[in-house]
């Protein structure tokens, strides 16, 4: 009989190209991939993958697998997903995925407020830049900004919220430098793999030298802070930061619209439908920060 685990290792390479990709998903060590990948194998008696200097490549054999796995993997997904929704109550576990700066900027002290309103829901919040996979019930809920709603699958349900705008800042300071003559370089501070936006201008405020470049966007509001030169932001950071300001002469951006995402049978449960009704409602109250108008331009 094949063990169902021995298919979840069997699909996380194949998706992974690899055993330590395979091991990362999991969160396994490298020789229980390698121990379950030879059991299954040993189990149908063929050899799955194929190890090559540039990764895993599967088979023939394991083509065929793949196929009938990934029916496997909806069939699973599909029941677990209709017991679930049968679930209607307001105990359990509730998963919601986001970017960090929506976590972190904006709706913390509203995941806490509703933490606080239904003390027997277990919260985790997966903050990452990484877009959770809904139909695999790797999150109950995600928001996320959406520029183009065609581009959504069409097994997800979206809850529209508002219009998500972001803009061009630099501290106050370093402005107010800039208007005495300063003549420090002023930079680009940006995220190492987005670089410039192409909407992005410098406006009234000329920029030298090379850009300032970091990983993460904490280090790129404290590096702005500093002085170093200007940046992108969404409107609900800079506008919300007391120590920054928005370049004189540049534009807003939208982004893209926020939207409340649930699948199939899981938006049915109470909990789930709790809390997309709560974070609606907070979501509109934002909607003049989201899109800038909350406050007047320097």
Excluded at 103 to 122: N, S, V, W, Y
Excluded at 282 to 295: D, K, N, Q, V
Aim: glycine share 10%; charged share 20%; aromatic share 8%.
């Amino acid at each position: 009989m094949i063990d169902w685990d021995d298919i979840r290792y069997f699909l996380a390479v194949a998706r992974g190209g690899s055993v330590r990709a395979a091991a990362g998903g999991l969160g396994v060590n490298h020789s229980t991939v390698l121990r379950r990948i030879a059991q299954f194998e040993d189990r149908l008696g063929a050899q799955m993958f194929e190890k090559l200097p540039s990764g895993y490549r599967m088979t023939a054999a394991g083509e065929e697998v793949l196929e009938l796995a990934n029916q496997m993997e909806a069939s699973s997904n599909q029941l677990e997903t209709r017991i679930f929704g049968r679930d209607q109550s307001v105990r359990g576990l509730l998963r919601v995925t986001l970017a960090p700066p929506l976590a972190t900027q904006l709706l913390m002290p509203d995941f806490a407020d509703f933490a606080r309103l239904h003390p027997d829901i277990e919260m985790e919040i997966l903050s990452s830049g990484e877009l959770a996979n809904l139909t695999n019930r790797e999150a109950d809920v995600a928001i996320r900004v959406v520029y183009d709603r065609k581009t959504l699958p069409l097994n997800l349900h979206g809850l529209k919220g508002p219009e998500v705008f972001g803009g061009v800042y630099m501290s106050r300071d370093r402005l107010a430098a800039w208007r005495t003559g300063a003549t420090d370089p002023i930079r680009w501070v940006v995220i190492s793999m987005h670089g410039i936006p192409d909407w992005a201008s410098s406006g009234e405020v000329r920029t030298t030298g090379v850009p300032f470049r970091i990983t993460d966007g904490e280090a790129q509001i404290a590096a702005v802070r500093q002085g170093l030169g200007i940046t992108t932001l969404p409107c609900f950071v800079g506008d919300a930061d007391p120590l920054l300001v928005r370049v004189p002469g540049t534009d807003l951006h939208m982004y893209g619209t926020l939207f409340l995402l649930t699948q199939g049978e899981t938006r049915k449960t109470k909990r789930v439908q709790l809390f997309t009704e709560f974070v609606s409602r907070r979501l509109a109250a934002y909607a003049p920060l989201l899109a800038g108008l909350s406050i007047s331009r320097d």
